[in-house]
């Protein structure tokens, strides 16, 4: 499980306590008003800023000393996910080796990995060549060859259309409910959430809630959601 | 409809400035060309001097683009306290009076420089300041800091998530050279050198103070020579068209390989670097700062250090040549302010496309133009009609707005043309027009890149030592021409006195001038 231990993240003037836990294997969605520390949240999980206060542990050891690459987490940004002058396949393989030499093995698990995205046969196309879904589903070849157990996607899906996100959405939850992987997802839509079917926190007014079944926060939200929504 | 009168009137003035500037600059090639009387064959001399002028700025590029690099890089993924400083400092070079950084390299890497000293004690031989060695160092001088902050701009554009991924990745250094850096490095690089063999096949100070003789004269130098010394014009004129070719062809070259420009903000910010947290890294990328740093400011502190006791008792002179300075500067000011705020004006309100390329063309002329080949056409022009001694201050100061121009109008030019594109339709409901429309609106829109394009004029101006070595009286000359001449005597100790009033009075009237735009500016 992924804990939050009376963190505190400090930027400025903005501060995010967050105490919480994340059951392993759990798909929760994060929202809130754009400002309030979604991002921040994932950043810190991700290793990118240090919380000024309390621990971030996953299945009970601290994530703190671990520097990003050696977290057990593979991490999906809104854009920027691939390297443009790399083709899929070489996008997918950085997953497995940075340096991009695979053996013959390897290179059938990125194959596979790009295969079950639905990306076969544009194994050696670069991303300027793809549609925005298609750019998603790469980066989620990339992810699958990663076999983290702790996936976090910070509003990967918002340049695609409502249709597309939601095959986007279903996709990855599938792709983390197979292999028991622990999915964290920062949208600002609640279809998304509702769509996700797992559990939802809400991030406002400075503080991280824990989580609750999304189909129930969503049917009666309490106040800080209720604004949110509108 | 009602508001058609006014944009023309507009229009019409900026492509009357741009004539003038074009007629100018094409005026006084044509004066070469005519001049130099089919005497095109290439003498020994000459085929050296090219060869040198291309050899040394290659050189210089080079040098300067494989030391950028990491240097760039340390930057880029370094925080400290006085990165900002440093960064604005690299910036500085470009207003320097090139002879008082000459000065400084001299005493810094000449032969009785602290260098020289260094490996005496080492029991090493001094290092050759003069010819290609010192040529080649001063411009790396001047260049290193432009190319860093070049290549600094290409590794800030590398979105910071991308920096993200290769963290989560667990990407080491070499994973993120080959695939952010690289490829970055292959699109800034070759940009950045044709910039800086561009500013060195053009750059005449540094080959008037350090370069001479039959190895070591470049195309300018050597029309200055004939100029000065054999008072052969036609040979002058023949060498300015070669010049005129290469600087010529350079520029076009330029021109098709997208050119990075070098902005003034954004540099200040860092991408953190997970990867770079190695100690051995840390103590490289510090190294290789301060060693940027020291070869950056060691000439500038030698310059102080020796010039300030000097500085009480310069003699009378040298104040006059201070007062001649700074009128030249000026009036170059007023020239280029001018002629760059009616052109970008009219390129900001030009309906046809066709006639704002064409306005800004004639602004960028003198990119390809050097001021030698300008100053031998004026030359030429001037020389039938009138005496060009007694003219050399107010055709110094022309010429120096010329070369100012395109700087300027990289300024002013992008700043016309967003406030016509926000306000234009606004102030042309409100019907203002002519004066009223330059007074509140215009002005005050475009005070900052004013204010800094006015810096910039004034500070090049004040440095200059190109046309006024060509036409003065080196008695009446400006402060410059009159460091040049000491340093020529081996007069080190007033040297440095008179650098470093030059140098305080270039970076007061940037300071000033720059300022002025800035207080109370309403952004």
């Not at chain 1, 601290?62 to 520097?67: Q, W």
């Not at chain 2, 001299?106 to 420089?113: C, E, L, P, T, W």
């Not at chain 2, 020289?116 to 029991?123: E, F, I, Q, R």
Request: aromatic letters at 6%; proline letters at 6%.
């Amino acid at each position: 499980m992924l804990r939050f231990e009376g963190v505190e993240i400090v930027q400025g003037g903005f501060r995010l306590a967050a105490d919480l836990t994340i059951d392993a294997g759990a798909q929760v969605a994060v929202m809130g008003p754009s400002g309030a520390g979604k991002s921040t949240l994932l950043a810190a999980v991700a290793g990118f800023s240090a919380p000024a206060a309390g621990r971030i542990l996953w299945q009970g050891s601290d994530l703190g000393p671990l520097a990003p690459g050696a977290r057990p987490i593979s991490m999906i940004f809104q854009d920027n996910n691939l390297f443009p002058h790399l083709s899929v396949f070489d996008n997918a393989a950085l997953g497995l080796r940075p340096s991009g030499r695979l053996s013959a093995d390897e290179a059938e698990r990125v194959r596979d990995a790009v295969t079950r995205v639905g990306l076969a046969g544009l194994e050696s196309r670069r991303p300027g060549t793809l549609s925005g879904g298609q750019q998603s589903r790469a980066a989620l070849a990339r992810m699958l060859v990663q076999e983290r157990p702790l996936v976090l996607l910070d509003e990967p899906f918002s340049a695609l259309g409502p249709a597309q996100r939601g095959e986007m959405v279903d996709l990855v939850a599938g792709l983390c409910r197979e292999r028991q992987a622990t999915l964290v997802m920062v949208t600002h839509d609640p279809g998304d959430a509702a769509r996700l079917g797992g559990d939802l926190c809400i991030v406002a007014d400075g503080t991280v809630s824990a989580p609750m079944p999304a189909a129930r926060l969503l049917a009666d939200p309490p106040a800080a959601l209720r604004a949110y929504l509108g | 409809m009602a508001d058609r009168a006014q944009p023309l009137g507009l229009v019409g003035g900026g492509i009357v400035a741009a004539g003038s500037v074009a007629a100018l600059t094409l005026g006084c090639i044509a004066a070469v060309l005519w001049r130099a009387e089919g005497a095109f064959a290439l003498g020994a001399g000459d085929t050296a001097a090219i060869r040198f002028t291309l050899v040394q700025a290659a050189l210089s590029a080079l040098i300067s683009c494989v030391l950028a690099v990491p240097v760039a890089r340390a930057l880029a993924r370094r925080r400290f306290r006085g990165r900002a400083v440093l960064v604005t400092l690299m910036g500085a070079p470009f207003i320097l009076p090139v002879i008082v950084a000459v000065l400084g390299l001299v005493m810094v890497f000449g032969r009785a420089g602290w260098v020289s000293d260094v490996l005496a004690l080492a029991g090493l031989p001094p290092i050759n300041i003069y010819g290609l060695h010192g040529v080649v160092i001063a411009h790396v001088f001047f260049n290193l800091p432009l190319a860093t902050r070049l290549i600094l701009q290409g590794w800030l554009a590398i979105p910071a998530e991308r920096f993200r991924l290769a963290a989560t990745l667990g990407m080491g250094p070499g994973d993120i050279a080959r695939h952010l850096e690289r490829p970055m490095l292959r699109a800034t690089l070759p940009g950045a050198f044709l910039v800086v063999f561009l500013i060195c096949t053009t750059s005449f100070a540094v080959a008037l103070a350090l370069g001479g003789g039959p190895r070591a004269t470049t195309v300018e130098l050597a029309i200055y020579q004939a100029f000065r010394f054999d008072f052969d014009l036609s040979r002058a004129a023949f060498l300015a068209l070669i010049q005129l070719a290469v600087s010529g062809s350079a520029a076009l070259l330029a021109l098709w390989v997208a050119v990075p420009q070098a902005v003034g903000g954004g540099l200040d910010r860092t991408v953190e670097r997970w990867d770079a947290a190695r100690p051995a890294l840390r103590l490289l990328d510090a190294a290789l700062i301060a060693l940027a740093a020291a070869f950056l400011l060691l000439p500038l502190l030698a310059i102080a250090l020796r010039g300030l006791p000097e500085v009480w008792g310069l003699p009378a002179a040298v104040w006059a040549a201070a007062w001649r300075s700074l009128w030249v500067a000026a009036l170059s000011v007023c020239v280029t302010l001018m002629l760059a705020l009616t052109m970008a004006l009219a390129i900001a309100r030009a309906r046809h496309r066709g006639v704002a390329r064409g306005i800004e063309a004639a602004g960028y002329l003198a990119v390809a133009v050097s001021p030698l080949v300008i100053g031998t056409g004026l030359f030429l022009l001037v020389f039938p009609i009138a005496d060009p001694v007694a003219l050399a201050l107010p055709v110094t100061a022309l010429v120096n707005a010329v070369m100012a121009l395109p700087f300027a109008m990289r300024a002013l030019v992008p700043a016309a043309v967003e406030a016509e594109a926000r306000f234009g339709p606004l102030a042309d409901s409100l019907g203002m027009t002519g004066v009223k429309r330059l007074r509140r609106l215009t002005l005050p829109r475009l005070r900052r890149p004013l204010g800094f394009a006015a810096a910039l004029a004034g500070a090049l101006s004040m440095g200059d030592l190109g046309v006024i070595a060509l036409f003065a009286d080196p008695e009446a000359g400006t402060l410059p021409l009159l460091l040049y001449r000491l340093m020529g005597s081996y007069r080190m100790d007033e040297a440095a006195g008179v650098a470093l009033v030059l140098l305080a009075l270039s970076l007061a009237v940037f300071w000033l001038l720059d300022r002025g735009g800035r207080v109370n500016a309403e952004v």
